[in-house]
């Protein structure tokens, strides 16, 4: 690796492990969902007392999540941004998504503005200031 990655190397493992966060998901929902009785490619109704549906629920919101930040963290590091504040932000964008992850599959705390909620903004939050001190990196 080059001296320059190195640089990043927790911004960079972190988003690695938001893509096998989603492929762990994944690998748990679809026989889940097929021993509930649901087709491939089909939405379980909503359940939020159903362990298939929280599951399904947390995949798809991760892989809707993980274009993005990847993009912010590459973003990032591309324009050179401060390692510190890359590897930081990312490394917390990570942790918080495991945080929904974790709230979301067991069913823990509220439907809405429970944990699971601000772990969600918090991880936006991540992301979006990751984009911004890219833009920010490349402006100034």
């Given at each position: 690796m080059t001296e320059t990655l190195a640089a990043y190397s927790h911004a960079l493992m972190s988003v690695a492990l938001f893509a096998v966060l989603c492929q762990v998901l994944s690998a748990l929902l679809a026989p889940r969902l097929s021993k509930a009785g649901h087709a491939p490619g089909t939405v379980p109704p909503v359940n939020y007392d159903d362990p298939v549906f929280r599951l399904f629920r947390s995949?798809?919101?991760?892989?809707?999540?993980?274009?993005?930040?990847?993009?912010?963290?590459?973003a990032a590091v591309l324009a050179g941004a401060s390692p510190f504040w890359v590897n930081l932000l990312a490394s917390l964008g990570l942790l918080a998504r495991l945080g929904v992850v974790a709230c979301y599959v067991p069913g823990?705390?509220?439907?809405?503005?429970?944990p699971r909620t601000f772990a969600y903004i918090f991880q936006s939050a991540m992301t979006i200031l990751l984009g911004l001190l890219a833009a920010g990196t490349l402006l100034f």
């Open positions: 995949y798809h919101n991760s892989v809707d999540s993980m274009g993005p930040f990847a993009a912010a963290v590459v823990i705390g509220k439907n809405e503005f429970g």
